[in-house]
């Protein structure tokens, strides 16, 4: 089951998309330079469909997108709940960072937006270093998608 720790409203996720990034856990991944390794535990409250309904009862009037942070023990259930959101409120994007360096074959990727896929390397940088190994990939209309990751480097 999906749990999750904490949320918050951020605009550098997602680009040009104001984001509420949930943050799950029990994350397997366990990179190196983790900023976030209270996120390996098995804690938090259940994230599921009544959860996915408070958060836009919450902050549906200012996002525009919500971000799975997290969630690679359970990349089905992160799915379908996506396919829960785009079902049940359509106007929100969806995105789902994975801190895996490949996206898995067993979501299916048009159901998201955005994939941020890439475990944090400190030596390699953010999304915003032209050496980070990270990569953001978003949807686009013809349902393949486009590496946007040069989009955060500095100029």
Request: glycine share 8%.
């Amino acid at each position: 089951m999906l749990k999750y720790v904490n949320t918050g409203i951020v605009f550098q996720e997602i680009p040009d998309e104001v984001t509420l990034a949930i943050n799950i856990s029990n994350c397997p991944c366990h990179c190196p330079g983790c900023h976030s390794h209270y996120l390996w535990e098995d804690i938090g409250l259940p994230l599921d469909t009544n959860a996915i309904d408070d958060f836009v009862k919450k902050y549906g009037k200012d996002i525009t997108c919500i971000a799975f942070m997290g969630g690679d023990a359970d990349p089905k259930g992160v799915n379908q709940l996506a396919l829960y959101i785009h079902e049940a409120y359509p106007g929100f994007k969806v995105a789902w960072y994975s801190g895996r360096i490949r996206i898995t074959s067993a979501i299916c990727k048009t159901d998201f937006n955005y994939i941020k896929i890439g475990p944090y390397i400190k030596h390699l940088g953010p999304l915003k270093e032209k050496t980070t190994n990270q990569r953001l990939y978003r949807l686009m209309e013809n349902g393949e998608f486009e590496d946007i990751t040069s989009r955060f480097w500095k100029k």
